[in-house]
C-alpha cells in the first residue's frame, strides 16, 4: 500500500510540475507581449489553463501506463512515470517557449509589427 501511495504522490507532483512549467518558461523565456498588460495577464491565464489540461492529461496517461504495468517493479513503474512526465514538460516547454502573438487583422505579422525585421528594406 505505501509503495501504491508513492506512486500516486509522484504522479501528482509531476502533474503539479507540468501546470507551473509553462506560464513560467513563457513568462521568463517566451516571446513578449506588445499590448496592454492587462491582456497579457489573460494570455499567461490562458497558458495556464493549457498547462492544467496537460496536468490533467498526463495524470491519465500515468494511470494507464501503471495500470498496464501493474505487474512490473515499482522502480520500473515510477522510471516509467518520471520519464513520461519529463517528455510531457520537455513539449510543453518548447512550446511555451516558442508561442507568438499575432493580431487579429488576419495579416498573419506579430502584433505591433508592420512585417518581420529582416535587416533588408
Known amino acids: 500500500m505505501t509503495k501504491h501511495l508513492s506512486l500516486i504522490l509522484l504522479r501528482l507532483l509531476i502533474a503539479f ?5 509553462v506560464p513560467f518558461v513563457h513568462a521568463r523565456w517566451g516571446h513578449q507581449y506588445l499590448g496592454d498588460g492587462q491582456d ?5 491565464l490562458i497558458f495556464s489553463l493549457v498547462a492544467l489540461a496537460a496536468g490533467v492529461a498526463y495524470l ?3 494511470s494507464l501506463l501503471h495500470f498496464f504495468r501493474r505487474h512490473r517493479s515499482w522502480l520500473g513503474i515510477a522510471a516509467a512515470d518520471t520519464f513520461l512526465g519529463i517528455s510531457f514538460a520537455g513539449l510543453l516547454a518548447f512550446a511555451g517557449i516558442t508561442a507568438t502573438y499575432f493580431d487579429a487583422s488576419g495579416t498573419g505579422a506579430p502584433s505591433g509589427a508592420e512585417r518581420p525585421n529582416t535587416g533588408r528594406r
Request: no cysteine; charged share 0%; proline share 0%.
Open 17 to 21: 510540475g507540468i501546470w507551473q512549467l
Open 40 to 44: 497579457a495577464f489573460g494570455f499567461i
Open 60 to 62: 491519465v496517461v500515468g
